[in-house]
């Protein structure tokens, strides 16, 4: 592998990590990828497709074992790290917020501490959240200060200002990306948009949360993506950078549209439940500075994108009812 061509994936098994694992190996990249847990199949990892001998993936706990970690690291020397690991789901944290902690703020310094004082990684991209804003009603911009209201989102926001005291005072290469909610084909079954489509599919109801009012900005894997790609080539080192799109859905109206693209009756097919413990009432990001900076705009519309998740989870309908539909937390 070129040293310069290399960029490291933290968390490569996630959703998010193997869209930019796909796109970066298509660019001519290497791509080493390190999780926790051994490396899925094509189903939820679309660079697998690729069959790449420019991508090589590591077993490894880098919160149980960082020196393991670390040694794969300053032996590929990659001059690029993109971390995606983190637990990531927001009711779970209100219930169990010292794992959040851990892995999402105590493990990410750990691991910074050392590449700042390694100096290889020419580039540090950290995935955030939009969840560290809380609550809003307007669009939020990349200077708004973070207003987290769970364990989860005050676990990313801690980080968040971690990383930028680094580059404050080590002019750490850090850059923070912010996104709204990823969808798209390959993603975990759980998540609101795969499991509706799976519940329609089996005749089961679907739940809405304090009646599917909250809303949300949906936005394709894909086109965060291209916008990560776009960091790595011109970000401006200490930048944050939201990825988001103008549309915004109540739950409801995204289950409704579903239903209308299957041709199911949506009152039907969904009953009302109490409101999730934790969950924001909506939060909307404005992408401005990265359509100006980065030269980045969204490109797939919503309703492509659902229709293309909808035939992903059709074309594999065999193999998807073989896996688990609900969130397992691990640690």
């Keep these: 592998m070129k040293r310069n061509k290399i960029v490291a994936i933290i968390g ?4 998010s990590a193997s869209s930019i694992i796909h796109l970066l190996l298509q660019e001519g990249y290497s791509v080493i990828g390190i999780s926790r847990s051994k490396e899925k199949n094509a189903l939820f990892l679309p ?6 001998k420019n991508f090589d993936f590591f077993k490894v706990d880098i919160v149980q074992n960082l020196d393991q970690g670390l040694k794969i690291l300053d032996k590929y020397k990659p001059f690029a790290i993109i971390n995606y690991a983190a637990l990531s789901e927001v009711f779970q944290s209100v219930k169990q917020p010292l794992d959040y902690y851990r892995i999402n703020t105590d493990a990410v310094i750990a ?5 700042r ?75 609101i948009i795969p499991r509706t489509i799976i519940y329609l599919k089996q005749g089961k109801k679907i739940p809405l949360h304090g009646g599917g009012k909250a ?28 990825f988001g799109t103008k549309d915004r859905y109540t739950i409801a109206q995204l289950v409704q549209e579903i239903c209308t693209l299957m041709n199911y009756n949506f009152k039907q097919c969904t009953y009302t439940n109490e409101e999730r413990s934790g969950q924001d009432p909506g939060y ?9 900076q980065l030269g980045w705009t969204p490109q797939i519309p919503f309703k492509k994108g659902l229709e ?16 688990p539909q609900n969130y397992i937390h691990k640690i």
């Design 117 to 191: 004082l390694k100096k290889y990684c020419q580039k540090y991209i950290h995935i955030s959240s939009a969840e560290v804003y809380g609550k809003c009603t307007t669009a939020v911009t990349e200077k708004d200060l973070p207003n987290p209201t769970t364990p989860y989102a005050i676990s990313k926001a801690a980080t968040d200002f971690h990383l930028l005291s680094l580059k404050t005072h080590h002019q750490f290469p850090i850059n923070i990306v912010r996104s709204t909610n990823v969808y798209g084909p390959h993603q975990q079954l759980y998540k």
């Design 308 to 323: 293309e998740t909808i035939q992903w989870i059709s074309d594999h309908w065999n193999q998807i009812q073989t896996y």
């Design 215 to 242: 809303i949300r900005n949906f936005i394709h894997i894909r086109d965060v993506s291209m916008g990560i790609l776009k960091i790595l080539k011109q970000g401006e080192v200490g930048h944050i950078y939201h």
């Design 12 to 15: 490569s098994n996630c959703f």
């Design 284 to 292: 909307f990001l404005d992408c401005s500075e990265s359509i100006k």
């Design 47 to 52: 660079y697998k497709v690729i069959n790449s």
């Design 111 to 115: 691991l910074c501490e050392h590449f």
